[in-house]
């Protein structure tokens, strides 16, 4: 058997250590070190201290966000794990000059960057556009759903927490009577005491949704529903992934189509985001402008969250060209003509089965139940009459799986369309992307947009928030996209270093 020379990872060793030198040319730390130093006005903390006479010194803006971004471009998103990092990586310690912030002073950086985060994702920005790495002329704007520091079990409508304070009230009521009972035979001091604690944690449960349910009001939601509101953090939402449900943020983000660099970003508490599209493409278009980038004609590229009436009518008046197809767009693409070949086929009652009674002004289903009139609605721009039949008559009926597109319907409703408004944008949209340059144009925005996500949540493992509070978690957000266009320009390979 040859022999080896040995070694030992179990060691630790005294050598001088010079911290410019560990901070190799071409890394990101280097292309980090660089830009903090030379491309951020970081006088924008100093309205923060008053110690210019008097008073400890503070730690530098410019160490906390090396530690902060370098430890984020590692997935390192715990402001403890970020202070252990600092005593003991070799990289932290050369970046932060071997300063050892608390964890508390990490946080406190992090969670009071409120005015500060957007001027220097700005002053980044402004590198990338200097090096040419911004084309300005398509842009992509999508979402990326991110868990945060919230307790999905304290969801819930008001109604809903005000059933689970009593769920608490009654099993903490239950548990009395239980020790009282049982006061009168056991003596064993240790079993009461841990029956009198959990008392208490229930109690103090029921105490916390209380003092919720009194400071705070429910949220309103679409069509008059009551939204899920959050103990823990009210601002969050609880949203569906592909992974299952979170409690958390959406983190938007508008992609430039060059080299996929973040132009702006923002996170909202709302897992719908196509209300976003108007503030998501106003503050982009702010940014570019104020670094001298917006072309004459610009494009904007989103997925069917961001189809609506709204959305496409401010578009239209702000002049700007979009492609945004409608849900049911590829049904129409001849491309997957024959797609339906492969699904189970189905026949649902259409319009065309239901008889009309133009004197009672009602409906005849097929199986003779009357769908009442529910008045006039507007839907987009279609102007037209709802009609509805009982809850009683669709929940028996033999004819229910023909009739009901989803087996969670409750009953059976038709809207006729009287009218349409003379523009209908939505109609428009559907013609573009009908046409070959349109569904080539926006077959280019998963490349433009998906893949940051993917660098920012996979790559770079930043795929939660830690904080609360959306003004909190949307300088978390900023620093995740800040961490990428940073990556951009080492990507670059262009910084005079």
């Known amino acids: 058997m040859p022999k080896y020379k040995h070694y030992s990872y179990d060691q630790t060793i005294l050598i001088p250590i010079d911290y410019q030198k560990q901070l190799i040319p071409g890394t990101f730390e280097h292309t980090l070190n660089y830009l903090v130093d030379n491309k951020m006005d970081l006088s924008i903390f100093e309205k923060y201290y008053n110690n210019d006479i008097t008073g ?12 902060v971004i370098f430890g984020y471009s590692k997935g390192i998103l ?3 794990s970020l202070a252990e ?50 084309g300005g002329d398509t842009f992509a704007i999508d979402g990326c759903k991110l868990s945060s520091n919230a307790a999905k079990e304290w969801s819930g409508t008001f109604a809903d927490l005000k059933k689970k304070k009593e769920k608490f009230e009654r099993s903490a009521r239950f548990l009395l009577e239980k020790h009282k009972i049982n006061d009168q035979h056991e003596t064993d001091y240790s079993e009461k005491e841990k029956a009198r604690k959990q008392i208490d944690r229930i109690l103090k449960k029921a105490e916390k949704i209380e003092k919720f349910l009194q400071e705070s009001e429910p949220k309103d939601g679409k069509r008059g529903r009551e939204n899920q509101s959050n103990i823990t953090d009210n601002e969050s939402a609880k949203m569906q992934t592909s992974k299952g449900v979170v409690q958390g943020y959406n983190g938007l983000a508008v992609s430039d189509s ?4 973040i132009v702006y970003a923002e996170a909202f508490g709302s897992g719908q985001e196509g209300q976003f599209l108007k503030s998501m493409v106003e503050q982009s278009q702010k940014l570019l402008t104020d670094m001298d980038q917006t072309p004459e004609v610009c494009m904007y590229l989103a997925d069917t969250n961001y189809f609506s009436e709204d959305n ?41 089965d239901f008889l009309y ?25 279609n102007h037209g009459r709802r009609y509805e039949a009982k809850q009683k008559d669709c929940s028996a009926c033999e004819l229910r799986d023909k009739c009901l597109q989803s087996p969670k319907a409750k009953c059976r409703t038709l809207f006729i369309i009287d009218y349409i ?9 559907k013609q573009k992307i009908d046409t070959e340059q349109g569904r080539e144009l926006y077959s280019k925005r998963m490349g433009i947009v998906e893949p940051v996500f993917a660098n920012i949540t996979y790559c770079k493992r930043m795929n939660r928030l830690s904080l609360r509070s959306k ?27």
């Open 56 to 67: 400890a010194p503070a730690w530098d803006p410019a160490i906390m966000l090396k530690i």
């Open 78 to 80: 715990s402001s403890r």
């Open 85 to 134: 990092a600092c005593q003991n990586h070799i990289i932290f310690k050369a970046l932060s000059a071997n300063s050892q912030p608390h964890f508390t002073t990490i946080a406190s950086f992090i969670s009071e960057m409120k005015e500060e985060i957007l001027p220097i994702f700005r002053s980044i920005l402004m590198v990338c556009s200097e090096l040419d790495l911004i």
């Open 258 to 261: 060059k080299h996929q660099v």
């Open 312 to 352: 496409l009518l401010y578009l239209a008046n702000s002049e700007i060209d979009a492609v945004i197809p409608d849900p049911f767009f590829r049904q129409r693409d001849p491309r997957f003509a024959d797609q339906a070949r492969h699904k189970q086929k189905k026949h649902h009652f259409t319009q065309d």
């Open 357 to 381: 009674d133009a004197q009672s002004n009602k409906y005849i289903c097929p199986a003779g139940k009357v769908l009442a009139s529910r008045g006039t609605r507007k839907l987009g721009d």
């Open 421 to 429: 408004d003379n523009r209908n944008y939505s109609e428009e949209m």
């Open 471 to 497: 003004a909190k978690v949307n300088i978390q957000w900023l620093l995740f996209c800040l961490v990428h266009n940073i990556g951009k320009i080492n990507s670059a390979r262009v910084l005079p270093i």
